[in-house]
């Protein structure tokens, strides 16, 4: 049975807590430049920890920060910001977070994975929240800019100083998640609600769906341009109907010839079998299996990984979407920043 949430807005949520206090971010890459960021221009004092070398040294330098190692930034700072990914955050943890770490700090996760799967284990002595923003960070950050705000879940999983929740409310406040709504969960369900998002739906089905719908037109013989426009490129058109007033305003939008396909052939496409295997999906995320399978893989080097990232770069879709985004000048057509 669905369990209802309260939504919190940013008259729950006072950047108070924050007052006069250092907030370290550890990296600057999606989640961090966007954190870092955010929270500067909401007044509070940031330093950011970001190692030498690569394109997100110099985009924090580029945006005004002056980079410290992670061992003087935890010294520094009362609340400490880890945006590092999930997979290297127990290392850094281990070897330069945790020696620095003082009674009464506050630990900050923007995803559950390391502590709800007990790969960091911090002293009860400090806080440790979560602020996880459900969206890409490069979002949390143009969101913010243009006035508005990502939603957040913020989660306390140890109350140390019993100011937990409040600091928590306040980062969610200076990255702009309270101008979108803040919900209280726990790690937990964080972690496993975020996991099955992005794996089923959000990233995992949603590019297989583009790339089989591609793949069908471009074997049966129509240009493979076509097949963008209508597989990847109509797709932000059509969530963007969904993401202002849903399915019903989407079908109010589109003709009826459209709609009467839509609710006749969807149903073949993502079909029980799909659904029977979003539940495995979900198990294998509440058991720890999937957990224990990206660690491996993480320790094995990722060579999996690194494959089947490289075959769907070369994917036709990939290609003809540079192609023609190229010639969309108005769409700020984007690319990762060169390593
Ligand atoms: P990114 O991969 O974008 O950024 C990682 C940062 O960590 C970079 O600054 C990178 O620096 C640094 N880094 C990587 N490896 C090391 C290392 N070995 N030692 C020191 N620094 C290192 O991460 P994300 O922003 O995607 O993810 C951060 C956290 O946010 C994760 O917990 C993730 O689950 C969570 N999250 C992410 C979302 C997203 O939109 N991406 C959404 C919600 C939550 P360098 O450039 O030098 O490699
Ligand atoms: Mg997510």
Redesign the pocket.
Known sequence: MARSVKMLYEKDAPLDALKGKTVAVL??????HAHAQNLRDSGVKVIVA??E?????RLAKEAGFKPVSVEEAVKQADLIII????E??PE?YNRSIAPNLRKGQTLG???G?NIHFKTIVPPKDVNVIMV??K???HLVRSEYEKGGGVPCLVAVHQDATRSAKKIALAWARGIGGARSGVIVTTFKDECETDLFGEQAVLCGGLSALIKAGFETLIEAGYPPEMAYFECCHEMKLITDLIFQGGLDYMRYSISNTAEYGDLTRGPRVITDKSKKEMKKILKEIQTGKFAKEFRKEYESGMENFKKLYEQDRKHPLEVTGKKLRKMMTWLNAKEPPKK
């Open positions: 990296g600057f890459g999606s989640q961090g970001q190692r070398g690569g394109a997100n040294y945006t590092l990914p999930d290297i955050q850094v996760f923007t995803h994975f996880a923003p969206g890409p960070g």
